[in-house]
T-cell receptor
């Protein structure tokens, strides 16, 4: 059974700092890997989706990488801003991408 | 852009009562999903529907039923609510073009079972 973990559970950084969030999965036979952002009381917003054949995806200040062989993905946030404060979740796609197994999330606080 | 709309946003039930959570998407997506989110547990898939007319069980289907009414709507029913079903429920949808596309989520239904 696929298990997804995220380290750290919470992170607090000063504004402007670059940071890395980690996601690990136990079964490397994933279909894709997705990173989400969740604001308090809201649903999830997809940030980046990496297909299994890809190594990384970039969107603005965000860069996500995928290493299937080691069962790891990282989300890099450059020049963090207070507006980046949220919980970040990763999800491993299985069964041709029809089933996603989510990690518990990393709660990020960016201090002004 | 409505995206994924869930109703109701909040609900309190008594043990044994039944109710249906509604979800509709206006993005012409084929796939729809129901998740529950509990503190410290992340999101867990309850049921999903890869296309109109099909539904499949996810990780935690017991105590729930679903209906894919048409391409737009996917409902989740609790036949006899239990306190363990207190949770936040999210509906999501996605398209498929040879590769799965990003999931779009609704804002959730916060359900309390007393």
């Amino acid at each position: 059974k696929q298990e997804v973990t995220q380290i750290p559970a919470a992170l607090s950084v000063p504004e402007g700092e670059n940071l890395v969030l980690n996601c690990s999965f136990t079964d490397s036979a994933i279909y894709n890997l997705q990173w989400f952002r969740q604001d308090p009381g809201k649903g999830l917003t997809s940030l980046l989706l990496i297909q299994s054949s890809q190594r990384e995806q970039t969107s603005g200040r965000l860069n996500a990488s995928l290493d299937k062989s080691s069962g790891r993905s990282t989300l890099y946030i450059a020049a963090s801003q207070p507006g980046d404060s949220a919980t970040y979740l990763c999800a491993a796609g299985e069964n041709y991408g029809q089933n996603f197994v989510f990690g518990p999330g990393t709660r990020l606080s960016v201090l002004p | 852009n409505a995206g994924v709309t869930q109703t109701p946003k909040f609900q309190v039930l008594k043990t044994g009562q039944s109710m249906t959570l509604q979800c509709a998407q206006d993005m012409n997506h084929n796939s729809m999903y129901w998740y529950r989110q509990d503190p410290g547990m992340g999101l867990r898939l309850i049921y999903y529907s890869a296309s109109e007319g099909t539904t499949d069980k996810g990780e935690v289907p017991n105590g729930y039923n679903v209906s894919r009414l048409n391409k737009r709507e996917f409902s989740l029913r609790l036949e006899s609510a239990a306190p363990s079903q207190t949770s936040v429920y999210f509906c999501a949808s996605s398209s498929w073009d040879g590769f799965n596309q990003p999931q779009h989520f609704g804002d959730g239904t916060r359900l309390s079972i007393l």
